[in-house]
């Protein structure tokens, strides 16, 4: 079986965080909470996150600010921003996705962290990531060592 990911939430509105975490969490997540861009932070440090799901409007920090900060120490971690504005998308230039509340549909925000975690994974096993990967297949090993060392 496979470890769970993990999932930090970061939310002021305490009941829009915890109706995602039971929603992240009964389709198989292990969720991490944060009512504020400092408490992410600290959260965020202690490692193990794969993934960063953040309210864009919060006092103090917004979700642009925090995720600038986090993609900082960890770039390579999906980050998503949600908001109830629609028209703050334009806010979120740290972000790896922008969601609204509201006009996306629960299935819509899961399948996008699925995608997301999924590609921070990297390809499935015995798929070869190389463009020129095909030359290898078609006996013409010959260019394709060429290639690779160049």
Known sequence: MRPKKTILCVDDNEQALSV???????????????KSGEEALVAFRRGAIDLVLSDLLMPQMDGNELIGRLKEFAPEIPMILISGTVKSGDRAGN?????????SAPAELLEKIRIMIARKRGPKRGTCGMP????????????????IAS
């Open 95 to 103: 972000a790896d996705a922008f969601l609204a509340k509201g006009s």
């Open 20 to 34: 995602r975490k039971f929603m992240l969490e009964t389709r198989g997540y292990r969720v991490l909470t944060a």
């Open 132 to 147: 020129f990967a095909s030359k290898a297949l078609d006996g013409n090993h010959g260019h394709f060592e060429k290639a």
